[in-house]
């Protein structure tokens, strides 16, 4: 089984590249974040071409923000939209989703951005973490939360630490709820296989930041221990974050059981630029 997760800033906008790219890499399970719909608008531009794909889906909108979805070529069970407790901004927003695929327990999540540390939306996502760990530690045994999680889980998941000192995504508070995440039984299936390496799924329109390859490693799938002894294969699709009119965010895709592709490495294709030189690159926020 197939499993991806995607960030695509508008599906609306992403439309002609998300189909090409379901026919392309043949996905079994999608989640699918800052979709920017509400469900009706979702299902009129979307449901009879996924049909024609052999998808199910479903999704949890908002019109222009936000927004979750999960499509499914292997059956869609057990729909649950939102999370139990989570807080709202003030309102609750579409930012989780949750359904049954080939058994197992599959969650497509937003993580609030925090904005700015201390701030109001910071500790609004702080609190939204606590709920979506609440969820996760409920059960069942078999799981994967997938999705932007708007956090760097480490200083070797961004181009250089330097250049992100006092932004958020990176401040230790947001690390230590993402780790307290990780602590009910979650593995980082992409970190897990590739310890090493520098991989990113993120990279700012701005400044060139793709083409110099200094970006975040922010989108995460998280497997329980019994999903993760299944991972044959975990990369990021860097393919799909090229060309005209990308999302500002990479698939990325695990493969359980069997690799169709092969165990083709953390990055495919891999990033031509060389790492840049540590304190040498400013965020284009800074300048």
């Known amino acids: 089984m197939r499993v991806a997760t995607w960030n695509v800033n508008s599906a609306k906008q992403r439309q002609p590249r998300l189909l090409t790219w379901l026919q392309q890499r043949q996905p079994d399970v999608v989640c699918l974040q800052e979709t920017k719909l509400a469900d009706d608008a979702f299902a009129t531009m979307f449901g009879e071409p996924l049909a024609e794909l052999g998808y199910t889906f479903a999704h949890h909108g908002e019109p222009r923000w936000n927004g979750v979805a999960i499509l499914s070529r292997v059956g869609l069970d057990d729909v649950v939209p939102g999370l139990e407790g989570a807080p709202g901004f003030p309102h609750p ?8 695929c080939a058994g197992v327990r599959v969650h497509s999540m937003y993580v609030p951005n925090g904005r700015e540390p201390d701030s109001d939306h910071y500790h609004y996502k702080l609190a ?34 330097e250049a992100y000192a006092g932004q958020t995504h990176v401040t230790a508070p947001e690390r230590e709820h993402l780790a307290a995440l990780r ?26 930041m793709f083409h110099k390859d200094l970006g975040m490693r922010i989108d995460l799938i998280l497997a329980t221990t019994p999903v993760s002894a299944r991972v044959a294969a975990a990369w990021v699709d860097r393919q799909a974050r090229k060309g005209t009119g990308p999302s500002d965010h990479a698939p990325v895709i695990v493969d359980l059981d069997t690799a169709p592709d092969g165990d083709i490495g953390p990055v495919v294709p891999p990033p031509s630029a060389p790492a840049a030189q540590r304190g040498s690159v400013k965020l284009p926020q800074a300048r």
């Open 128 to 161: 939204w973490l606590d709920a979506l760990r609440a969820t996760v530690q409920a059960g069942p045994a078999d799981a994967l939360v997938c999705g932007d999680v708007n956090i760097a889980p480490t200083d070797a998941d961004v181009f250089d630490p």
């Open 183 to 208: 602590g009910v039984g979650l593995h980082d299936v992409i970190r897990e296989r590739w310890p090493d390496e520098r991989i990113f799924t993120y990279w700012d329109y701005r400044a060139g």
């Open 93 to 100: 927003e579409a930012r989780a989703l949750a359904a049954t």
